[in-house]
RNA sequence: GGGCCCGUAGUUCAGUGGUUAGAACGAGCCGCUCAUAACGGUUAUGUCGCAGGUUCGAGUCCUGCCGGGCCUACCA
């Protein structure tokens, strides 16, 4: 029998951007969840990948004297970079300019056309040139000039019109709430959700999704004028995937996927526009969207014109890679904004990591090399606090499943550390040192259980920090082949020989920066 | 303009209407010495934004106000 699938994604991120904190921070928290459900035994495929049409993209390769293909493929690599540098591991990168997308967006084109689900109208408003954007009339105003402007840019809009397609969303508004209502976990965080619904209640115009303004697009099928809107043609992706529009291809038995993950911003998209085109082409719809929220940088917006914008792999450079993965993940509830601090990911560093975690691991590990020669020590009769730490550390597998099954990376982590927590007052309380003179085998047996603590404390980090665990679990000699959930009950075999212990977590000492 | 959320220790936040309001970090003190000067124990700090109201009892429910955020705009 085949495993229950998980299928995950990220957006697909626009070519037009360098990569950031906010396109490491999604692809992060999906990275965790893949690499979660694929020890916990799943079929995962996750995927992620670039968005690549578009009239600004068209104008952006002709400045730079490109064809626009050349000028994507050259620009989308710096998102592959970033899922090596960060150590992403999705199973698939899919770029909307793939031969097998064009296929997909036309074929899902004309199952909304034969649905009677588009139209042929006109598309006009207020148009921006200098913004190449269409404002509604409510985002105008009109200056003492008697000219007039949009509101948020300042720009000055003319009045254009142009034909274009329309997908019939205002019909699909109750059948939308009426999904939003039988499927309550279809969007998090519970925020997000109500927003969206008081969206829809609201009232949904028809949607333009097509444009004829510039080329760079997939071309809406049997009028060639029109390339097909730039949403419709980036959401498509996540069946292209799964091969759509044929349903024997192998990969299609991921869809529905089990997770859209997105930011807050693009939200709509992914929650009213997303399903109403899939239940309009008679396909399944996702299971869940979740939209977590933006990092501001030391309390301030961040923005490319204040130049305050976060690198994600400098950060990695300076404080390392999987410390960085740690400190996004647990320093903020997941779907709240949260605010980047230097002096905050250095306290987790320094306070989670070095002290709490890598230190538990050295200080026992130490014991271990020094006074069993260097092999799993021997486990004796089990006293009740042996037990009471087993068990803790036993029971995390259920607690970090259930949470990571509502995104909530930080309760994880925090459970996690509780564990970790009550390891190192174990270590006191029991004072293995001590131990060595009065009673050796009972020494062994404290070691024993702390080693096997780290051991299931460590196999439940992976996911976050995969480097650093290896090395733990290396440490160990726990085998490569039982570091997955099935093996989260095999416990250290005593007489196993230990490699001689490292730390794995250095402090960040603030010195180190003036060196720079 | 409408709607939603938030305002609790120095900081970040938990707190199904029910005893003396909690945790983590930070601070003070004590202990330990295996360890990455790490670890453990312990102490302290609060007009629970403001003002009313409901209740035997309100951080928790209601109303108004102040402050902050988000969504959306002739509309729920």
């Not at 948020?152 to 009426?178: I, M, Q």
């Not at 130049?307 to 903020?332: M, Q, S, W």
């Not at 603590?453 to 650093?468: A, E, W």
Request: proline share 6%.
């Amino acid at each position: 029998m085949s495993s229950r699938t998980y299928y995950i994604t990220t957006p697909i991120y626009y070519v037009n951007d360098v990569p950031h904190i906010g396109h490491a921070y999604t692809s992060l928290a999906c990275d965790v969840l893949a690499r979660f459900m694929r020890l916990d035994g799943r079929d995962v495929h996750f995927l992620t990948g670039t968005d690549e049409h578009g009239q600004k993209i068209e104008k952006a390769a002709a400045a730079a004297g490109m064809a626009p293909q050349a000028f994507t493929d050259k620009v989308s690599q710096s998102f592959r970079d970033l899922v090596v540098a960060m150590n992403y591991s999705p199973d698939n990168f899919i770029r909307t300019t793939e031969p097998r997308h064009y296929a997909a967006c036309q074929a899902l084109w004309e199952k909304l056309v034969a649905a009677g689900d588009i139209y042929l109208g006109k598309y006009a408003g207020w148009y921006s040139v200098r913004d190449e954007t269409y404002f509604v009339e409510g985002e105008t105003e009109v200056g003492p000039d008697n000219k007039r402007r949009a509101i948020s840019t300042g720009a000055e809009v003319e009045w254009v019109e142009e034909p274009s397609y329309f997908f019939k969303l205002s019909a699909w508004a109750d059948r939308l709430l009426t999904f939003y209502e039988k499927n309550p976990d279809f969007i998090g965080p519970e925020s997000r959700r109500n927003e969206v619904i008081s969206f829809v209640k609201g009232g949904l115009q028809d949607l333009s999704v097509s444009r004829t303004s510039f080329s760079w697009g997939v071309p809406v099928p049997g009028d060639s004028k029109h390339i097909m809107y730039v949403w419709l043609d980036a959401l498509t992706n996540y069946i292209t995937e799964c091969g759509y529009p044929d349903t024997n291809n192998p990969l299609w038995k991921y869809w529905p996927a089990d997770l859209h993950m997105v930011g807050k911003d693009i939200i709509r998209f992914h929650c009213v526009f997303w399903p109403a085109f899939l239940m309009a082409a008679g396909l399944a719809l996702p299971k869940r969207v979740f939209a977590h929220g933006w990092w501001t940088n030391e309390g301030q917006k961040i923005s490319k014109s204040l130049g305050n914008v976060i690198d994600p792999i400098e950060l990695a450079k300076t404080y390392g890679l999987d410390p960085v993965r740690y400190f996004l993940l647990r320093e903020v509830p997941f779907g709240n904004d949260g605010d980047f601090q230097r002096r905050a990911l250095i306290g987790r560093l320094n306070g989670d990591l070095a002290n709490a975690y890598g230190n538990l691991c050295q200080r026992v590990l130490s014991i271990v090399g020094k006074s069993c020669e260097g092999k799993v020590p021997a486990k004796g009769p089990l006293q009740a606090a042996d037990n009471a730490l087993l068990d803790r550390a036993h029971g995390l597998l259920a607690i970090v499943r259930m949470e990571l099954d509502e995104q909530a990376f930080h309760r994880a982590l925090a459970a996690i550390w509780e564990v970790i927590a009550d390891a190192n007052r174990y270590v006191d309380a029991q004072a293995p040192w001590a131990l060595a003179k009065t009673d050796p085998a009972r020494r062994d047996t404290v070691l024993w259980v702390l080693a096997e603590t780290i051991r299931r404390v460590t196999l439940l980090v992976q996911p976050f920090m995969p480097d650093s665990t290896a090395k733990i679990l290396d440490q160990l000699a726990v085998p490569t082949d039982s570091r997955t959930f099935a093996a989260f009950d095999r416990e250290l075999r005593p007489g196993t020989t230990l490699p001689k212990p490292q730390g794995v977590f250095p402090r960040f000492v603030e010195a180190a920066k003036a060196e720079n």
